[in-house]
């Protein structure tokens, strides 16, 4: 996630001090990624480095308010036009455990696939359950989060159906060490205590 383009977008919306574009993010995004404020700070310092935001003096109360400059305009209006780029995937801990699980003798695969399952489940019926209620009293700018609720449920499905996948996987790769345990053990001679 590009904390940098976000808050330069909500700059673009109008000028706000640190703690105001942490709410904004939040609020716009159903607090799906809470933002540490440290980091807004971190960010916004960063960014007036690189010439995309300036201080706008305080308001009165000790907030220091930032606003966008034209290269931040610009260098936003890029992200946006941009596709996001899939040439480094984000680290997906879930595949990380799974890929490990599988080549680590004495770990129940199984057991790992059926606990994540439920979760994700239950993580679905609370997203789907968020969606509904929010659709029904839709408000004009419950748009941004019921986006970002979709995209969380359509992950989530997206998870299952592969957990399913990764579930047959094992499912097929024991029938084929029973299958070639069975020829194994049928192709061995007998033993002269075994034909007794």
Known sequence: M???HSLLALLQDQPRYGYQLRVEFENRTGATWPLNI???????DRLER?????????DGEGHVIYSITDAG???VGNWFAAP???NNPPRNELAIKLALAVTIPGVDVQGIIQAQRVASIRALQDYTKARRDTATSQRPGDTAWLLVIDSLIFQTEAEVRWLDLCEARMVQQAQARRTSIGVTEAAAPLSTDSRR
Do not use: C, P
């Open 50 to 58: 690189d010439g995309l935001v300036s201080k706008d003096g305080d």
């Open 73 to 75: 305009k610009a260098e």
């Open 84 to 86: 996001v780029e899939r």
């Open 2 to 4: 590009s904390i940098r």
């Open 38 to 44: 440290g980091q807004v700070y971190t960010t916004l």
